[in-house]
C-alpha cells in the first residue's frame, strides 16, 4: 500500500474526529482541530489509490520550538510504521524550517506512544501530576533536539 502526507483542511475535520473518538479517552472536540490547521502544523496520512484518512499528526510552533499535540493511526493501520512516518514527517518538515527542539506529552500508561517516542531518541524530561481526565494520569513530558551533524 502507498501512502501520501498533506496539510489537513477544514475539510478532513469530520473524518479525523471520527477516527480520534476511536483512538482517545479524552477526544478532541472539531473547534481543537480548527485551531490546529490555522497554526499550520497539522498534517494527514492518506492512502494513495482512494485519498482515505488513515492517520495524523498536529503541532504547534512556540518561538523556536516543535510542540507535537496530537498523533493518531487508525486502528487497522497500526504497527506498520505508519505512527513513525508521521512523526518523521513533522520533524523533517520543521527541522527544514530552522526549528531544533521538539516537545510532548504522553499518557504514562500509552506504552506504544512512548515506545514510538523512545525511538525517535526522545528523553523523560519531567511528569505533569493528573493531568488527564478519563481516568485520571499523569503526564510523562518528553523532548527531542536537534544537533546539527558534523562536517
Ligand atoms: C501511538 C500510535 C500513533 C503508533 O502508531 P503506529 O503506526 O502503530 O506506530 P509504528 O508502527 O510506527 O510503530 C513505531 C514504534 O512504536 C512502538 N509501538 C507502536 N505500537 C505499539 C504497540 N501496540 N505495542 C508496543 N509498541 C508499539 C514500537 O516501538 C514501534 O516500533 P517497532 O515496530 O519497531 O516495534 C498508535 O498506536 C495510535 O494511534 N494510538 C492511539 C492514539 C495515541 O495514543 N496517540 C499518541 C498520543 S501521544
Not at 3 to 27: N, S, V, W
Not at 82 to 101: A, F, N, P, T, W
Not at 112 to 124: E, H, M, S, T
Request: glycine letters at 8%.
Amino acid at each position: 500500500m502507498d501512502y501520501k502526507i498533506r496539510r489537513m483542511t477544514f475539510d478532513d475535520i469530520a473524518i479525523i474526529i471520527e477516527l480520534e473518538r476511536g483512538l482517545f479517552r479524552e477526544p478532541w472536540s472539531e473547534l481543537m482541530f480548527m485551531e490546529e490547521i490555522n497554526t499550520n502544523g497539522s498534517y494527514v496520512l492518506c492512502e494513495t489509490g482512494n485519498n482515505s484518512i488513515v492517520g495524523y499528526v498536529c503541532g504547534w510552533r512556540v518561538m523556536d520550538e516543535f510542540h507535537i499535540t496530537n498523533l493518531g493511526v487508525a486502528k487497522d493501520y497500526q504497527k506498520q510504521g505508519l505512527g513513525s512516518e508521521l512523526v518523521q514527517y513533522i520533524i523533517d518538515h520543521m527541522i527544514r524550517q530552522g526549528l531544533k527542539k521538539f516537545y510532548l506529552e504522553v499518557r504514562q500508561s500509552n506504552v506504544p506512544a512512548l515506545l514510538l517516542y523512545v525511538k525517535f531518541g526522545f528523553n523523560i524530561t519531567g511528569i505533569k501530576k493528573e493531568y488527564y481526565k478519563n481516568p485520571q494520569e499523569d503526564a510523562i513530558q518528553m523532548m527531542w533536539q536537534h544537533e546539527k551533524k558534523q562536517g
